[in-house]
């Protein structure tokens, strides 16, 4: 029976220390971007930390094994479980040493998770049992653990609990693997009454952090926006946060500022009316992104349009921008539109699948910081979509700062250049961002920058659409490569880019 004990928490230490190595890595790429880079350095990292520790484990004395175990499980459980809350409240409140406390937690997490398997292996080779069966029931429970881990994290655990009451939970699991461990071998540990307070006493800790994890984030989210936080949801994708102050509503994902409802019509006139006024008879546009039903408002005040399919990874988004009254206020209620057809689907996997045709396309992603949304900039992804776009139709892109990402900027370009695509890139001042870019696109027909529109605008005209599309001598066309799924040279050209912006 004690042997069983002893492989079942395998099973239980195995499923903490791999929640604990994704917690790191799902964290700093939320708030740090580049997520294989992040990913890449936490798992090796941990994976050193891990020999590290179960070199160190050889020097624990025989008789003080199961001792040693519960220590470790408690420590792995307070530090596992308040890593999460406690990286965030770092990030968000004193930025500057986040990135150390990050590496140092994994390495001590993974240090004492070293010391985990090596020490319930001793415990069980002393009872006699014999070493082939010893390995392979140590290692299948070892490993199971961790696939039932891999396998809830993103489907259950992050979207539904979140990063950091995901921490407490484990945290909590790792001391429970050692109160019963207290329990069903008391008779071979010291000091049961002080090991058993000790474990108590972290275990309400961690219970409590469960408890308040959603206030430690919303304390943290208002140290790091600053503005009334009206709205915060946390999903597969991404974490999706609204704040309030005043007349402005701001839209962040990951902490990235989407937009300000006091100057987003600049962002999103610039974005679409270049390309509508253009097409009088465009009749079906695809808008690619927007979740937020912005760039779909400007798209709906052409009468001429008669189908708009917008095609949006998370449901999250539009869920909230469908419901939320001050929402539908800024959106004017456009995901009502009887024209409106809502996809919730990766774009690149939709556009393969679909037969569809459109006369315009508004593609709105985020700024490709993830080689996840790098691949929607790639010559396949803008391939594909140019199958879909009529031959005499328009595409535009937005496309990250010409002035702050010059050479993101210009690769983009490059991008649409290289699939056979005519290229119109432009620039808007955007109070909220700077000077932003986007790059028109022609499959065929030359293009000509509107001279006047036929609704009203509140930021466009003659003089600001021409302004827009000359650039100045301090953003200059940079001659880049195109950006290809294989090297993804965007993703480094954009973090490079905004690197020198910070420093």
């Not at 999103?268 to 546009?285: C, D, F, G, I, K």
Request: charged letters at 15%; hydrophobic letters at 50%; one cysteine or more.
């Amino acid at each position: 029976m004690n042997k069983k004990i002893l492989i079942l928490s395998v099973f239980v230490v195995a499923s903490c220390g791999l929640a604990y190595e994704l917690i790191a890595g799902a964290l700093s790429s939320y708030l740090l971007g580049d997520s294989i880079l992040q990913f890449s350095t936490i798992i090796g990292c941990y994976l050193f930390a891990m020999g590290v520790g179960a070199h160190f484990s050889k020097y624990v004395k025989d008789e003080d094994v199961l001792s040693r175990f519960v220590d470790i499980e408690l420590a792995v459980g307070l530090i596992g479980g308040v890593s999460a809350a406690l990286l965030f409240m770092t990030f968000t409140w004193m930025a500057a040493p986040f990135r150390i406390l990050l590496y140092v937690l994994v390495f001590l997490i993974g240090a004492l998770v070293g010391m985990e398997v090596p020490l319930v292996m001793r415990a069980l080779n002393a009872r006699d049992t014999g070493f082939n069966e010893l390995v392979s029931r140590v290692l299948t429970f070892d490993y199971l653990g961790a696939l039932a881990v891999s396998l809830l994290f993103p489907l259950v655990l992050a979207p539904y609990l979140g990063l950091a009451r995901t921490g407490f939970l484990f945290g909590m699991l790792n001391v429970a693997v050692a109160l019963w461990t207290i329990h069903v071998f008391k008779a071979e540990l010291k000091n049961i009454a002080g090991r058993f307070l000790r474990a108590a006493s972290v275990m309400c800790f961690l219970v409590f952090g469960f408890i308040m994890s959603d206030r430690l984030v919303a304390w943290g989210e208002h140290g790091l926006f600053g503005d009334e936080i009206v709205f915060t949801t946390s999903t597969p994708y991404q974490r999706l946060v609204i704040t309030h102050w005043k007349d402005d509503l701001r839209l962040y994902i990951n902490g990235n500022l989407q937009f300000s409802s006091r100057d987003e019509y600049r962002y999103h006139e610039a974005l679409v009316h270049p390309v509508m006024q253009t097409l009088p008879w465009a009749r079906s546009v695809l808008i690619l992104g927007g979740g937020d039903g912005l760039a779909l408002r400007e798209v709906l005040r052409y009468p001429n349009v008669k189908q708009v399919t917008l095609v949006d990874l998370d449901p999250a988004m539009t869920t909230a921008f469908t419901q939320r009254p001050e929402l539908v206020k800024l959106n004017h209620a456009s995901f009502s539109d009887p024209r409106v057809t809502v996809v919730n689907a990766d774009a690149a996997i939709w556009l393969q699948n679909t037969q569809d045709m459109f006369d315009a396309a508004i593609v709105d992603f985020p700024d490709p910081s993830s080689f996840a949304l790098g691949k929607l900039y790639s010559v396949p992804f803008y391939g594909i979509l140019k199958k879909h776009l009529a031959a005499s139709g328009l595409m535009v892109v937005q496309a990250t700062s010409p002035f702050f990402a010059p050479h993101a900027f210009w690769t983009i370009d490059a991008t649409l250049r290289e699939v056979g695509l005519r290229t119109y890139p432009y620039h808007a001042y955007v109070p909220s961002f700077g000077e932003w870019g986007f790059v028109l696109a022609s499959p065929q027909q030359a293009y000509s920058p509107p001279t006047e529109y036929r609704l009203p605008m509140r930021y466009l005209n003659a003089a600001t659409t021409r302004e827009m599309f000359s650039f100045p001598p301090d953003m200059p066309r940079q001659e880049m490569p195109a950006n290809r799924l294989n090297t993804q040279s965007l993703v480094h050209e954009f973090e490079q880019d905004w690197r020198q912006v910070i420093r």
